[in-house]
T-cell receptor
Framework: KNQVEQSPQSLIILEGKNCTLQCNYTVSPFSNLRWYKQDTGRGPVSLTIMTFSENTKSNGRYTATLDADTKQSSLHITASQLSDSASYICVVSASENTGFQKLVFGTGTRLLVSP | DTEVTQTPKHLVMGMTNKKSLKCEQHMGHRAMYWYKQKAKKPPELMFVYSYEKLSINESVPSRFSPECPNSSLLNLHLHALQPEDSALYLC????????????????FGSGTQLSVL
């Protein structure tokens, strides 16, 4: 069964600190892995997209890593800001027989950045 | 313009009402999606349209009826909903249906928060 698990479920950090969110997946065949940021009551916004051959991808203060061998990814947030408070969702793309790449969503990590 | 616009932002309806959710994008994307998201849960795929044709229906109850009038618009018609259908309904679009390439981003709208009384 295709699954994406994220940890921790929730996290509180002080403004200016760094943090790392984890994502483990059992999706096959793997196509790509995406990290999204979702504010409460809003749609997800794409942060990074990585394919099998990519190990690291950055987007400003966000850096995602991917280890396709261990099927793990992490999202590192540097120098956190209050506006980083949101849910961070790991999404893995799985190929189906029809050719459609179905997105398998993780349950997200809820991050609260405290002043 | 890299936006997916959804209206209304909030909707409250009774179980006997008929209402519609609307989604619009002007990025030239030919694939459009409806997702349902319950609180603190990941989005669940409902329907996928490719080139204005329904490509995927994830066994969604018939009280939800999608419509794609043209390549820029996607509607979701609601009729005789149940309280458990209350959720955030997200529309999304991508250049094409297959999302296998890293540059094939999926753009989400801000969603319609639906409450069924």
């Amino acid at each position: 069964k295709n699954q994406v698990e994220q940890s921790p479920q929730s996290l509180i950090i002080l403004e200016g600190k760094n943090c790392t969110l984890q994502c483990n997946y059992t999706v096959s065949p793997f196509s790509n892995l995406r990290w999204y940021k979702q504010d409460t009551g809003r749609g997800p916004v794409s942060l990074t997209i990585m394919t099998f051959s990519e190990n690291t991808k950055s987007n400003g203060r966000y850096t995602a890593t991917l280890d396709a061998d261990t099927k793990q990814s992490s999202l590192h947030i540097t120098a956190s800001q209050l506006s980083d408070s949101a849910s961070y969702i790991c999404v893995v793309s799985a190929s189906e027989n029809t050719g459609f790449q179905k997105l398998v969503f993780g349950t997200g990590t809820r991050l609260l950045v405290s002043p | 313009d890299t936006e997916v616009t959804q209206t209304p932002k909030h909707l409250v309806m009774g179980m006997t009402n008929k209402k519609s959710l609307k989604c619009e994008q002007h990025m030239g994307h030919r694939a459009m999606y409806w997702y349902k998201q319950k609180a603190k849960k990941p989005p669940e795929l409902m329907f996928v349209y490719s080139y204005e044709k329904l490509s995927i229906n994830e066994s969604v109850p018939s009280r939800f009826s999608p419509e794609c009038p043209n390549s820029s618009l996607l509607n979701l018609h609601l009729h005789a909903l149940q309280p458990e259908d209350s959720a955030l309904y997200l529309c999304a679009s991508s250049q094409v249906l297959i999302l296998g390439q890293p540059n094939e981003k999926l753009f989400f709208g801000s969603g319609t928060q639906l409450s069924v009384l």
